[in-house]
């Protein structure tokens, strides 16, 4: 059964910094890409960063300079290191699991950015 469990959500001020955690199981981790999605309301869902199989990584331009992704083969872990973190940067966060074929997905953590 595969699973993805996010977490380290929270309330953070402005400018404060975040770490979210994404825990895998079920399937081959070291060959899937992991990403990080955002979602706020009214707003569809966004592409945050991603690291592929060889740990290249991505990420939109509205969070470079301020978040870093890393994952940790051997703990079936991505993480998503947030800094500098603004208000509009509130949302949805979802873990993503992909290998061309199949697409898994974890069921999100709220980050909420404001004073």
């Known amino acids: 059964q595969v699973q993805l469990v996010e977490s380290g959500g929270g309330l953070v001020q402005p400018g404060g910094s975040l770490r979210l955690s994404c825990g895998a199981s079920g399937f081959t981790f070291s060959s899937y890409s992991m990403s990080w999605y955002r979602q706020a309301p009214g707003k569809e869902r966004e592409l945050v960063a991603s690291?592929?199989?060889?740990?290249?990584?991505g990420y939109a331009d509205s969070v470079k300079g301020r978040f870093s992704i890393s994952r940790d083969n051997a703990k079936n872990t991505v993480y998503l290191q947030m800094n500098s973190l603004k208000p509009e940067d509130s949302a949805v966060y979802y873990c993503?699991?992909?290998?061309?074929?199949?697409?898994?997905w974890g069921q999100g953590t709220q980050v909420t950015v404001s004073s």
């Open positions: 993503e699991a992909g290998d061309g074929r199949r697409d898994y």
């Open positions: 690291s592929s199989t060889g740990r290249t990584t």
